[in-house]
C-alpha cells in the first residue's frame, strides 16, 4: 500500500539508495559550507597583523608546526602553511621556520574579521603544545574602512590591539609575562629616576607575579590560563592610530 507517497516502493530483496545516502540538500550544504571555510575573505573589515617569535622544542618539525598553525592557514583559505606562509604585504617576511634554530618568526597579515579571534585561541592552545619557552605574540586588527593616509576621515577606527602570551607551562608564560612588564615600566619611569633606583620597584613586581603562581599551584588550576594571561587588549583611540607595520 502506498499511503499516499509518491515515488517509487522497494520491492522485497532490494536496497533502498535512501538508507545509505544523506538527502541531497545535505551533501550540499556540506560541500558549500567546507568550501567558505576555505575561501579567500575578500572586502574584509579588518587587515590582521600577527606578529612574534616562539622558541620551539628541538623536536618539533615543520610537519608538527603545520598542523599547529592549522587553524590560521586555513582561515587564510589556503590548503598547507607553505599556501599560506606569504603575507598580504610582499616586505612582510610572512610565517618562517627556522629548523636550525627551532624557531617560528612570524609577521604576517591576513584579511579578516572578528572571527579571526577564535581562531587565534586554537593557535595559542596548540602553540603551548610545542613551545619551549614562554613567548609574547601581538595581533593587530586594522580598520580596513580607516585610511588616514588617503586623506582627512570621519569618526573613529575599529583597530584593536591584542597580546598573547604562549608557552610550555604556566611558569613559562608568567616568565614572559613579567619581562615585558618589568621592561615596560623602566622605559616609562627612566624618564624620571635612574635605573639604579627602580630595583625596589622591579622587586615587587617579582613579587605580585611569585604570589600569582604560588595561588594557581595552590588552587589546582594549572590546566587555567592565569587572570591575564590571555593578553591585554584595547584599542588605540586614546594615544593615536599605531602605524602599520612599524615594529
Not at 593557535?123 to 580598520?143: H, K, Q, R, S
Amino acid at each position: 500500500m502506498n499511503n499516499g507517497r509518491t515515488g517509487s516502493i522497494p520491492v522485497s530483496g532490494t536496497i533502498s539508495k535512501a538508507a545509505f545516502y544523506p538527502p541531497l540538500n545535505a551533501v550540499l550544504f556540506g560541500v558549500l559550507r567546507a568550501t567558505l571555510n576555505s575561501m579567500p575573505r575578500y572586502n574584509a573589515p579588518f587587515e590582521i597583523h600577527v606578529h612574534g617569535q616562539v622558541q620551539l622544542r628541538p623536536d618539533v618539525s615543520f610537519v608538527h608546526l603545520q598542523d599547529a598553525l592549522k587553524p590560521l592557514w586555513r582561515y587564510a583559505g589556503r590548503s598547507s602553511l607553505s599556501d599560506a606562509a606569504a603575507s598580504a604585504y610582499e616586505d612582510e617576511p610572512g610565517i618562517q621556520f627556522d629548523a636550525a634554530e627551532h624557531l617560528l618568526q612570524m609577521c604576517w597579515t591576513v584579511p579578516g574579521d572578528e572571527d579571526f579571534r577564535q581562531t587565534l585561541d586554537e593557535v595559542c592552545m596548540n602553540l603551548n603544545e610545542i613551545a619551549d619557552a614562554g613567548a609574547a605574540v601581538e595581533i593587530t586588527f586594522y580598520d580596513a574602512d580607516f585610511d588616514e593616509e588617503e586623506g582627512p576621515v570621519t569618526g573613529e577606527s575599529r583597530d584593536d590591539f591584542v597580546m598573547l602570551f604562549v608557552g610550555p607551562n604556566p611558569a613559562a608564560i608568567m616568565q614572559v609575562q613579567r619581562d615585558l612588564l618589568v621592561q615596560d615600566m623602566i622605559n616609562m619611569m627612566e624618564r624620571h629616576f635612574d635605573a639604579v633606583e627602580l630595583g625596589d620597584v622591579v622587586a615587587e613586581v617579582d613579587k605580585l607575579f611569585a604570589k600569582r603562581f604560588d595561588a594557581l599551584i595552590n588552587s589546582l588550576e594549572i590546566g587555567k590560563p592565569p587572570r591575564g594571561t590571555g593578553g591585554s587588549s584595547g584599542n588605540s583611540h586614546g594615544s593615536g592610530r599605531k602605524p602599520r607595520h612599524l615594529h
